[in-house]
């Protein structure tokens, strides 16, 4: 079991201590469920005081102030939270080394230090950077690359050509690189459109359980640097995702869409094809997004609407009932 003293962990988040900084902690909770022993936390003075009636021996917060409890005090709590976890709940360690019963193509390439799990498949020319992890059940194509520091929980797939770079976190059942939706109708039958492009994941990106991110028609399908994606989400061929971009809960992009850097999509969002998402859009609340975004404009809302200015280039998207006229509005007003 972890065991830290108050002052091991200040030092490790650059802290300050009030209060006995050689209480020892051997675990983290919330404030109703700590016992002693754990650390809790508190983002300010009400959560403080729920905190001090708890038995937790330590309190993560960004509040100075007396206390019965230790206090560990730091600028950012969540922050802060989010850094001393891994102190009590590490990553497991995965040895070097190929399972026996995995596939590796003679023409792979897997650095010795990299481990790769039972009943895996490694395709042919493909190259495995150092520090990889590759969990149970997961197939890696041909000719693709997985970056230093990069893990794939137990059965993702990952199609022929696929660039990942480095620290790179995909979770179990994800897919990258299938097949894009093309089709066109001829002689009274869809016909397939090829999708030769390929996915490009840069480094620091975490993609969670389920998602499917389809490689390019022609070209690339890319995910920026620093972006999270949650479980279930779908990114459609040749989108192109700027950087620290968070999708959370069942969005879905269209094709060839590009979006700007540091754009959040929450809710159920479904974005159009073709359409152009500036930087530091936020869009939530189902909405449905058939038009353009400019930089910095916040759109809610669970049916197409115009937009209505709320304070400076913050806007909110008005629900409109399902008509005709809905529909004459929205392409009349939104702004493009």
């Known amino acids: 079991m972890p065991r830290f003293t108050a002052a091991e962990i200040a030092r490790h988040l ?9 209480v020892v ?14 650390l809790t936390f508190a983002e300010n003075p009400l959560f403080l005081a729920r905190a001090e009636a708890g038995e937790a021996s330590a309190i993560l917060t960004a509040v100075k102030a007396a206390s019965s409890k230790t206090l560990i ?12 976890l891994p102190l009590f709940f590490p990553e497991p360690a995965f040895p070097p080394g190929i399972h ?16 790769v799990g039972p009943l895996c498949v490694i395709g042919a020319r493909t190259r495995l950077e150092p520090g990889t992890v590759i969990e149970a059940g997961t197939v890696v194509g041909a000719d ?33 690189g299938s097949d894009g939706y093309g089709y066109v109708f001829e002689s009274g039958r869809h ?3 090829p999708q030769v492009g390929q996915v490009i994941i840069h480094d620091d990106v975490e993609i969670g359980a389920n998602v499917t991110i389809d490689r390019g028609a022609l070209g690339a399908t890319v995910i920026g640097r620093g972006c999270k994606l949650d479980n279930l989400v779908h990114v459609a061929h040749n ?26 999509m929450a809710g159920q969002v479904g974005v159009a094809d073709h359409l152009r998402i500036g930087h530091q859009v936020a869009i939530g609340a189902q909405a449905g997004v058939m038009n353009d975004i400019p930089d910095g404009q916040k759109w809610l809302g669970a049916r197409p609407g ?3 200015r709320s304070s400076g280039r913050s806007w909110e998207l008005r629900n409109f009932r399902t008509s005709s006229n809905a529909s004459r509005n929205w392409n009349a007003r939104s702004p493009r």
Do not use: M, W
């Open 191 to 193: 016909l397939k459109i």
């Open 239 to 264: 989108v192109t995702l700027g950087e620290h971009c968070l999708l959370v809960a069942q969005v879905g992009i269209a094709g060839s869409t590009q979006v700007g850097n540091y754009v959040t």
């Open 14 to 22: 650059d802290a300050e201590v009030i209060g006995d900084p050689e």
């Open 25 to 38: 902690l051997t675990g983290i909770a919330s404030a109703e469920a700590a016992e002693a022993g754990d």
């Open 306 to 308: 115009p937009p209505s």
């Open 73 to 84: 005090v730091v600028g950012q709590v969540r922050a802060s939270y989010a850094r001393v």
């Open 100 to 115: 026996p019963s995995t596939v590796v193509d003679p023409t792979a390439s897997v650095d010795p230090s990299a481990h």
């Open 144 to 176: 693709c690359r997985l970056g230093e520091g990069s893990r794939l929980f137990p059965n993702v797939t990952v199609y022929p050509r696929t660039q990942v770079g480095r620290r790179v976190r995909i979770h179990a059942g994800s897919v990258i």
